[in-house]
């Protein structure tokens, strides 16, 4: 099958020279935001959507959008702790970071049922991703390095954290938003 996989993600590599001192105090102008972020979580996104699926078939439009708005928030800010954006995170403009998730139409693309194994069937890829984490945020402190120095972000560090976040936006549409029944591949390409 070599159709693109229907979760996509992207991040602008900063051709330009990055705020140093903004670099230098990222652990703590990121708490604010944060705070917002964790608030918002309080708001639970996938046990409705899955109750929907399974006994209405349903996938409102409206909770569609407001989940894909809410993890493109959540990813603006998670560039923008990894140093790849200098750029404090907007609550609503799109800025470096693009996802997109496909609609789905609940009676037609998406089993009602797979739902409740969807998380299981992650599993795999939630451990892979624990230990590309911890790679992600060890490229993010070498950056943060090269940035205090250099004023740039080094591409392949770039790069692998993109790659990174690409794989874990793959996983959370599959098991957690459940916009897609096809399984995500094991890859940091796009």
Known sequence: MNEPYPVKFSVDYPDRPLDRLTTAFRIFTVIPIVIVLAAL???VLFAPV???LLFRQKYPRWWFDWNIEYQRFGNRILVYA??????YPSTDEEQAVHLEYPYPGARNDV???LPLVKWLLAIPH??????????????????W?????????????FDFVEGVLRWENR???YAFALVTDRYPPFSLRA
């Open 41 to 43: 979580r309080a708001s």
């Open 111 to 113: 089993n009602r049922w």
């Open 50 to 52: 899955l109750l929907l």
């Open 171 to 173: 996983v959370v549409g």
């Open 82 to 87: 990894l140093l790849m954006d200098d750029r």
């Open 145 to 157: 390095f090269a940035i205090l120095f250099t004023g740039r972000y080094p591409r392949g560090l």
């Open 126 to 143: 939630l451990v892979v991703l624990l230990f590309l984490a911890i790679g992600a945020v060890l490229a993010a402190v070498a950056a």
